[in-house]
């Protein structure tokens, strides 16, 4: 049985944690370097930061926001937005990321997947997908870029394989329908891409309850259970949702 890890998210604006609903109405939640060593003391397993503007606002994540993260933590941090280059990805691994999240910039250069994989390696590099219910798609799901504000007109279940054949060695897949809704993960699109891919997925957007994370896995077939707004808000604890996890019988480190 495979070991199932808890990645808290901190969604990144004006050097401020923020959190929305499906994507927009953005309140601000905290601090980042706070939150970090926060989640990390509760036993955390892995944490997200994603920088939400840098591709809207047109520019580079913000490299002093992740130095001053990683220096409090010694879990993995992926770090995303506005990562475009492999020189973009060299210099976030630099400040302490150990790994990159990619979405706007991997739809417009699939190459750049390839690429970044074989230079840093599969392991570090993770390919985001942001997708919205479609019926003109073949999967019924459409791809979104530029945080959640463009459809692509592509299939987002046909990405994710494709992501994975380029070098992709985690997927995050996320559904803007919801996003910050505390109504559960979109089991139907998480376990859509689990089912044609082999690394692992991270299930995201909508956690709400604790058996919502135990659907994410045995539902979804996510390995990653990413969460925000229930850890921001204190809903839960992080070893609440794992004591959880445990008793239902999924195999967490607590």
Not at 34 to 54: H, T, V
Not at 133 to 161: C, H, Q, Y
């Amino acid at each position: 049985m495979e070991t199932i890890k808890i990645m808290p998210c901190l969604d990144m604006k004006n050097g401020r944690v923020v959190k929305g609903v499906h994507f927009v109405d953005l309140r601000e939640v905290g601090d980042p370097v706070e939150n970090a060593a926060f989640y990390q003391k509760e036993g955390a397993d892995e944490l997200a930061m994603l920088d939400i503007a840098a591709t809207l606002e047109n520019r580079k994540t913000r490299l002093d926001w992740v130095k001053q993260v990683a220096s409090v933590i010694d879990i993995p941090l992926t770090v995303g937005g506005g990562i475009n280059s492999l020189e973009d990805i060299e210099l976030v691994i630099a400040a302490g990321a150990d790994k990159v999240s990619m979405n706007s910039a991997a739809v417009k250069n699939p190459e750049l997947v390839r690429e970044a994989a074989k230079k840093f390696g599969s392991g570090k590099i993770t390919v985001a997908i942001d997708a919205r219910r479609n019926k003109i798609m073949p999967s019924g799901f459409e791809l979104v870029v530029s945080g959640g504000t463009t459809p692509v007109g592509k299939d987002a279940i046909k990405w994710a394989r494709t992501c994975q054949d380029l070098g992709a060695g985690v997927v995050l897949p996320t559904s803007m329908d919801g996003d910050g809704t505390l109504a559960g993960y979109d089991l139907e699109f998480t376990k859509a891409v689990s089912d044609v891919v082999n690394v692992p997925v991270v299930a995201s957007g909508g956690a709400g309850t604790l058996e919502h994370f135990y659907e994410g896995v045995v539902k979804g077939g996510a390995q990653i259970l990413l969460a925000a707004s229930v850890f921001h808000f204190r809903t839960f604890s992080i070893k609440q949702v794992k004591t959880y996890l445990r008793e239902k019988g999924l195999k967490v480190i607590l």
